[in-house]
């Protein structure tokens, strides 16, 4: 840039029309990487990027974000790292990511997706360096198989506050690094084991504010790298013995704000690793255990965990 500007500099001392040109070029075009143009409206610069692992880097960053756009831009450079389209009114992609292969980040929440099927799953095909998927708050009825299958680089996936009702059993595939699935706040009536098969590495799992009907027996059982589980808000009255059979690693585990009116005790036995607990706001009646119902545990007592001991 400094170069550049020293340059401007010499040709307007020659001519002010090149000048002129010059600052209209630097100011109008918004160069990013000395070159590229920006789509109209947007910011295009490098900003700090983390990885889920909280790794630093720099990406270059295309914020699109409160522009009342119906359309992705057409022009967004093929070297984008991160595009930011949160709050548009966007409701379908089509091919305007297909060049954006190095693309690691995507926000699309707060838009106007219905559906996230074939036409979503050939939006985003070309995405394989895609890392982070933001799709909350848009109003996304259902999930089909196979929609996301190209992501595999896929580890964060966030679809908060969208209507879910329907997620089909394969809808997840492909995604086999995913760490992070977020699925609060939708319309699911059923958790669905299957969903699970394809995703091995996930490590949080957030599905509460559902009108879960119950949980089945071995309901996340393919999950057996997850740490953190929150089931809040879901109007459990009662969870199954076997509900957390294979979660051999979960460290965390959340009902806050259901309907139980005793700690589920069976369930929780097969948690060898379990070490924080939270049944607030649930309506558990009997008197010995504290009031605040969060129960932190530490390794010495998961053979022999504090509510075993309080009743
Ligand atoms: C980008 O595309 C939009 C819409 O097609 C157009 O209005 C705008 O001028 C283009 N911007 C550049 C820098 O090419
Ligand atoms: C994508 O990133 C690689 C390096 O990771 C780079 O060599 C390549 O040029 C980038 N592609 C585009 C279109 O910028
Ligand atoms: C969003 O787009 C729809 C048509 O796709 C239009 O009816 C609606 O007015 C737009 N809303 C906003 C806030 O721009
Ligand atoms: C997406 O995945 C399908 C099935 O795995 C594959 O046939 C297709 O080539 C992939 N598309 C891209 C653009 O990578």
């Known amino acids: 840039m400094g170069s550049t500007v020293l340059v401007s500099l010499l040709l307007c001392l020659v001519t002010s029309s090149v000048c002129a040109a010059i600052v209209f070029m630097m100011f109008v075009f918004r160069p990013v990487g000395g070159a590229v143009l920006c789509p109209l409206q947007c910011v295009c610069e490098t900003r700090p990027w983390y990885t889920p692992q909280s790794v630093y880097h720099q990406a ?27 709050s548009n009114n966007i409701s379908s992609i089509s091919t305007e990511l297909q060049r954006l292969t190095n693309l690691t980040e995507l926000d699309l929440s707060q838009n106007h997706f219905t559906q996230c099927d074939d036409l979503i799953s050939m939006g985003l095909s070309s995405l394989g360096r895609l890392v982070t998927l933001y799709l909350e708050e848009n109003h996304i009825e259902e999930l089909e198989d196979f929609s996301l299958r190209n992501l595999s680089s896929l580890e964060e996936l966030y679809m908060n506050h969208n ?26 009536v059923a958790i669905d084991s299957r969903w699970f098969e394809s995703l091995p590495s996930l490590e949080i799992l957030m599905i509460g504010e559902n009108p879960i009907l119950g949980l089945e027996e071995k309901n996340f059982m393919p999950l057996s790298r997850l740490h953190s589980l929150v089931l809040a808000g879901m109007g459990l009255a009662s969870v199954p013995s076997a509900a957390f059979l294979g979660l051999d690693y979960l460290e965390s585990l959340s009902f806050y704000d259901n309907r139980l009116r005793s700690v589920p005790r069976d369930a929780l036995s097969v948690l060898p690793n379990l070490k924080f607990l939270d049944l607030n706001r649930n309506p558990i009646t009997w008197g010995c255990i504290p009031s605040r119902l969060f129960i932190t545990f530490s390794p010495s007592l998961v053979n022999d965990p504090p509510w075993i001991r309080l009743m």
């Open 60 to 86: 270059r960053t295309v914020d699109c974000n409160e522009l009342h756009l119906r359309r992705i831009p057409v022009n967004v450079s093929a070297d984008t790292q991160v595009l930011l389209l949160q």
């Open 163 to 188: 209507r879910i009702s329907s997620i089909g059993p394969k809808a997840f595939a492909g995604l086999t690094n995913l760490l992070r699935l977020h699925l609060n706040s939708n319309r699911l």
